[in-house]
């Protein structure tokens, strides 16, 4: 059935379920203890459990020999796998090829799985996986971006965009300025690890209940690993423990190998990764350098920007390639650059293959664009928001680097010209440069900055999904889509969204999981698209079942479809009411099917990357934050003092979810800038990896004074489903202004010099910074 | 002698013969009763995803406190009440502190919210806190939580927490005490025999647990196992012989004498806080900050000192004040400053079988001024890199003696001994007396980079935090020298 245009635009009616805060449709189980997760599903009799093991001396090398005897000779072993286990390919590359399950001639980083050991505990897998004997003739790593730089290896092509003239723009503005940055990394640290377990079935088939961001992709590469037909493996998600993108890929190679050793011993199979094995195997946010050089007016109006960005990818291509695309489409952060050059390189280095992460590039892209504002603005002796709105998106002014027109800039004004009355921004920075002028330790921080993030997946044929719902003769109505549950609400959005059409109150919406078998060749809950996608075909498929409904009754009662109006769970049939239940019947006998696959693709996007044009977005999400924090200028600490936040969301399906996706992406975005650091030895060895060592925001670090509020939108002008806006990563970047205020701060101590600050902003970053504007050899 | 592990559970007392030395309260749960609502996070007692809450007599009064499941050892229940997420719901209807996490949306992913419903659950019957955001931060600096970003789950607990203790725990507290009552009568000593020489043992006394220790050098002392259950649940250690030290009658003594305080081997962190906040509010705030409330809990301050870690936190503090240690070692018993119990790296002045009973914390004399900071990434729940102490005997402005100590700078916690000499004559109002003090620090330590910190930033640090302190002294106002704690205006309850 081919999509109502006007059925996404349903605003003003009364509306039951869409728009309110209900809790999380998990919300009770979870604080009960009884939601299930993958690890708490109950094992098949004879489970086995699977530990990967790996060599910890070895970073870079060819395997010399491996000798897992003593491995299968540790007690409770049943069987150890490797290359030779594997019947189809040694790949769980999500493209590529360029990912072995087990590396079988060469290991490329530390952590690499070589083999697994299957045993009949846990423990005992463990334990046994620690007693290879591997010998490895080592190679010397490439690990920092310079390593990669220098040896010019790189794991896709470069790739850049270029609008304008920017050479001549260099030529002939009237004032220059350069600088570099470090943005660094970012672990996941979902607080459920992967995991996953596979059930060897009849004739080959396999059954992985596993915790995947990208059900159908881990479908495909287990099917890829056991050589047998994507129809033989079945994939199910209930929930995650949070995904965050961690699990878009990463979960692949782990739901593989339990499937590997499943189809091996003949019997279910359990794959949990220990907390530290996690972090060190798996991919993390990308780390970046950042060169940037800009022209600029006597007003500071820009002329010209170039940023090369330097993207650490690992040893593998991974999503490298759309990240990098991303963080170059966000380079222009929320400013028009009337000639750019925005080049990226995918550095390969011997370290974990950095992947997905909340935001998929844009935060660094985003970060450069805001350190360059910061920068001009106190070259310029200016107050870095006024040069911010001066350089903004709009009329006439209102195409980016790639070649997209941005229409709805109004937003992104009216956002910021409210917080900047709300947040008090004006009487504060006054209030801080006299804080600043008698305060020779402690000195105070403000920055209010934009957010303007693009909504799709610019690999186009992503942006497509797929739902299945039936409704049951009693009334209730069972729903499926390929969206995953995370954390972030998609199923109660989702619900929300089928109990509207219905009319029904939502506990007759029965919530089911992801699962292969049901929505095949979906693509991956990300880009925050989950809602835009699977809620809009959600809708489709029981509008087509509603409006099956519709024509039966119409008929048989003879009365206008008009007439017939499904709320307060009842159906309104004329004079006549009665239950969903009962029209269901009714029409069940009258052999009207029940049950509606509905299908949605995003209109109105054609970006080519070939040719680097078209347009990559739907639309853009907006927002803003205002923080501001005190440094210590002695020890280089922090503290968040405040931070006000004005987000768009269009017309809010779930007001008490958004705000929650707001505070929870600004507080993750706040860590990445902050406290989380994550440490490579020169030999190439994660040395943080695990929550003793990596430290994500804690409770306390969040601070009292935090006020978010919802844009009062007049709807997203794109036709969205019920003209919402996607919500999960846009606010990670709220929390670039924790940073620029951190920059601000630092400015205070040698007037008309730029500080020197890379992310993250631990207290030995911030000290050096001090340092060097003591010295005054900053910028 | 008893061979059997006893413990409380839902009403009912569980009587196990079967208890492995290293099996872990969370392995028990998950594995062998099915019980998953708690979670395995991280496994090292860092993300609170396992939290249970374990009830005890404290004074005759039913205590819960916060417990990482996932690196207590199960024979560490003996004798205690375990609750779990699965025990809250009653007749039916959720727990006050569950209702108001759903009413507040405090959960989203719902992974770790078992643990913040269990850390919850016992500052909802922790008597006498005071109603502020603050005290819940610091409740919950143990649990992570990836997904809301923490105000909804603050805001349940300011909804929940606060008000008349009205649950099925308490309605049936009486039972319960007779119960943990009836349990601590029986005075034997625990020995949990495993094949091949194997046992987990709870000495009921001092005498038995010296007799023990001696009989027994190799055996695993086990006090809290905040630190021991990650030598089994990370380095994957067999630890055949395990004497927990839980149940030692006397052992968790604490009590002020006319000088100072006086605490015995079993003395937790949280039940020390109180006692090390009335000697100064900076030792407070460190107590406030060394791991988390569940770390806290279990863990003793007599284990982070025998322990012998170089960043461990307590041990700087307690130098720089004049803290003394008490050994005994069969019937034999000695004394030594705390400074020189640390030898080297991993290294301690501790004989095989010989075990440390008790640690003597000086209170601060008129003349004496102290400061304490802690420098590390994240202000709650973090491993040091920089922990800086100083005492100062002051006459009429004039530094007279100076105990000045660090941790993370070192192989060991360790007096800054040229810094100290330097300041002798140095007047804190006057920074150039000082100059050559900082400047001394160079030759005090050779501090590593790490993971946590680069040598040059250590050293600093290390300079600056001196000078801090010496500022702080001088008469500039704590609060404009402070991004953080008690001195920059906080109020944080110490319990």
Sequence with gaps: MRHDEDSGTQVGAALASVGRPLPHDSAIRHVSGSAVYVDDIREPAGTLHVVPGWARDATRGRIVSLDLDPVRAHPGVVAVIGPAEIPGKNDVSPALGDEPMFADEEILFWGQPLFAVVATTREAARHAARKARISVEELPPLLTVEDALAAGETVLPDYQFRKGSPETGLATASDLLEGSLRIGGQEHFYLEGQVSLAVPGEDGDMFVHTSSQHPSETQHIIARVLGVPDAAVTVEVRRMGGGFGGKESQANHWAAIAAIAARATGRPCKLRLDRDDDMIMTGKRHDFRVDWKLGHDAQGLLRVVDMRLFARCGYSADLSLGVVDRSMFHADSSYYYPDAMIHSRRLKTHTCSNTAFRGFGGPQGMLAAERMMDALAIRLGVDPLDLRKRNFYRDGRDVTPYGMKVEEHATLHAIVDELEQSSDYRRRREEIAAFNATSPILKKGLALTPVKFGISFTLKHLNQAGALVHLYTDGSIHLNHGGTEMGQGLFQKVAQIVAEEFGVSLDTVKITATHTGKVPNTGPTAASSGTDLNGMAAKIAAETIRGRLVAFAAERYQIEPAEIVFADNRVQLGERSMTLGELAREAHLARIQLSAAGFYATPNITWDRPSASGRPFFYFAYGAACSEVTVDTMTGEMRVDRVDILHDVGHSLNPAIDIGQIEGGFVQGMGWLTTEELVWDDRGRLRTHAPSTYKIPTASDVPEDFRVELYASAGNPSPTVYRSKAVGEPPVMLAISVFSAIHDALASLNPGAIPDLDAPATPEAILRAVQSMKRGRAG | ?495
């Design chain 2, 1 to 495: 002698m008893r061979e059997v592990v006893r413990f409380l559970q839902g009403g009912r007392v569980v009587e196990l013969a079967d208890v492995r030395p290293t099996e872990t309260v969370l392995d028990y749960l998950r594995l062998r009763r099915g019980l998953v609502g708690t979670k395995e996070g991280c496994g090292e007692g860092d993300c609170g995803a396992c939290t249970v809450a374990v009830g005890r007599l404290v004074e005759g009064r039913l205590v819960y406190q916060p417990v990482n499941s996932c690196i207590q050892f199960l024979g560490m229940l003996d004798g205690a009440e375990l609750v779990t997420v699965e025990d809250l719901a009653a007749d039916g209807r959720l727990h006050p502190v569950q209702q108001a996490l759903v009413d507040h949306h405090g959960s989203q992913c719902g992974f770790c919210t078992p643990g913040f419903v269990m850390s919850l659950f016992t500052l909802y019957h922790a008597p006498e806190t005071p109603a502020t955001r603050k005290t819940v931060t610091d409740w919950l600096a143990g649990n992570l939580c990836r997904c809301t970003g923490y105000r909804p789950i603050v805001d349940a607990a300011m909804a929940a927490c606060f008000s008349e203790i009205d649950d099925a725990f308490s309605r049936r507290a009486a039972e319960t005490v007779a119960a943990l009552e009836a349990m601590e009568r029986d005075t034997r000593d625990v020995v949990i025999a495993q094949e091949g020489g194997g046992f987990f043992a709870v000495p009921a006394t001092l005498d038995a647990l010296a007799e023990l220790t001696e009989r027994h050098p190799d055996a695993t002392l086990v006090a809290g196992a905040t630190d021991v259950g990650l030598w089994v649940t990370k380095q994957l250690r067999e630890l055949p012989q395990v004497i927990w030290l839980g149940r030692v009658r006397d052992l968790d003594r604490i009590e002020e004498t006319p000088g100072g305080v006086l605490m015995g081997a079993g003395t937790t962190f949280a039940a020390a806080h109180p006692y090390m906040a009335r000697i100064d509010p900076d030792l407070g705030e460190l107590w406030r900050r060394i791991g988390s409330r569940q770390v806290r809990a279990s863990g003793t301050v007599c284990g982070n000192i025998a322990n012998g870690s170089p960043i461990g936190d307590s041990p700087p503090a307690l130098i720089a004040l004049g803290a003394t240690i008490e050994l005994r070692r069969g019937e034999a018993s000695r004394t030594l400053p705390l400074e020189s119990f640390f030898i080297g790296y991993g290294k301690q002045d501790r004989a095989p079988g010989e075990i440390v009973t008790g640690l003597y914390v000086p209170r601060l004399d008129p003349n004496h001024a102290f400061r304490c900071f802690k420098i590390s990434k994240r202000f709650d729940q973090d491993i040091t890199s920089v922990l800086c102490a100083l005492r100062v005997t002051l006459a009429d402005g004039t530094v007279t003696e100076a105990r000045l100590a660090y941790g993370g700078m070192a192989a060991t916690p360790k007096r800054a001994e040229n810094a100290e000499l330097a300041l002798l004559g140095a007047r804190p109002d006057r920074p150039a007396s000082w100059a050559a003090a900082l400047k001394a620090l160079a030759d005090d330590f050779a501090p590593i980079s790490d993971m946590r910190a680069s040598e040059a930033y250590r050293k600093e640090v290390a300079r600056a935090l001196l000078a801090k302190a010496l500022v702080e002294i001088g008469g500039t106002p704590d609060e404009r020298t402070r991004v953080t704690g008690l001195r920059a205006g906080e109020v944080i309850h110490a319990a």
